[in-house]
């Protein structure tokens, strides 16, 4: 079965706290993203990768960077957390969109709260 | 560019009655088209998809979407919800050429079905 994992469910940092989350995936998919979702925005895009080392900004990557030092891997890291970046991160994984018919395929997502 | 618009935040409904939840977007390229569930503290899951073919698509759960081109719609419906059905649901596309198949979400839609 399909399986993407992010380590924690609920965190609580301080302001300023470097704050690392981690997604791991089964599938040796090539593509991961990184997602956040806020009431009323739905999911905007912050980074995403297509392969091992490489990583491509999305819609709102300001005050995020990424690594992925292994395909099956994928962190977001929030360099000084504040409290705007208070959220729901969601973490996915896909093939390459073509050839078609495939899916993406998310985790169940990590409560992130800057106090 | 790409964006989508879902006309409805929240959608209210009595179990048994039929439901349509509704979606625009915009786009200059072609794009292949999406909708997911969201259940309460989960990740998102797909329902249905459209990537050529016919427009009348069927997803999980009885669940289908027409798309339409002329009016770039992509209207999910149900014609008999459950109470199992209360979720928040989202619209998505992703252009056909996209490196990585990233895709672009609409602000989502709470389906409340009441009893």
């Known amino acids: 079965d399909v399986k993407v994992t992010q380590s924690s469910r609920y965190l609580v940092k301080r302001t300023g706290e470097k704050v690392f989350l981690e997604c791991v995936q089964d599938?040796?998919?090539?593509?991961m993203f990184w997602y956040r979702q806020d009431p009323g925005l739905g999911l905007r895009l912050i980074y995403f990768s297509y392969d091992v080392k490489m990583k491509e900004k999305g819609d709102i990557p300001e005050g995020y960077s990424v690594s992925r030092e292994k395909k099956e891997r994928f962190s977001l890291i929030l360099e000084s957390a504040s409290t705007n970046q208070t959220s729901m991160y969601l973490c996915a994984s896909s093939p390459p969109l073509r050839p078609r018919g495939n899916t993406i395929y998310f985790g169940e997502g990590s409560w992130l709260t800057v106090v | 560019a790409q964006s989508v618009t879902q006309l409805d935040s929240q959608v209210p409904v009595f179990e048994e009655a039929p439901v349509e939840l509704r979606c625009n977007y915009s786009s200059s390229v072609s794009v292949y088209l999406f909708w997911y569930v969201q259940y309460p503290n989960q990740g998102l899951q797909l329902l249905l998809k459209y990537l050529s073919g016919s427009t009348l698509v069927k997803g999980i759960n009885g669940f289908e979407a027409e798309f339409n081109k002329s009016q770039t719609s992509f209207h999910l419906r149900k014609p008999s919800v459950h109470i199992s059905d209360t979720a928040e649901y989202f619209c998505a596309v992703s252009p056909i050429y996209n490196q990585g198949g990233k895709l672009i979400f609409g602000q989502g839609t709470e389906l409340s079905v009441k009893p």
């Open positions: 599938m040796d998919h090539e593509n």
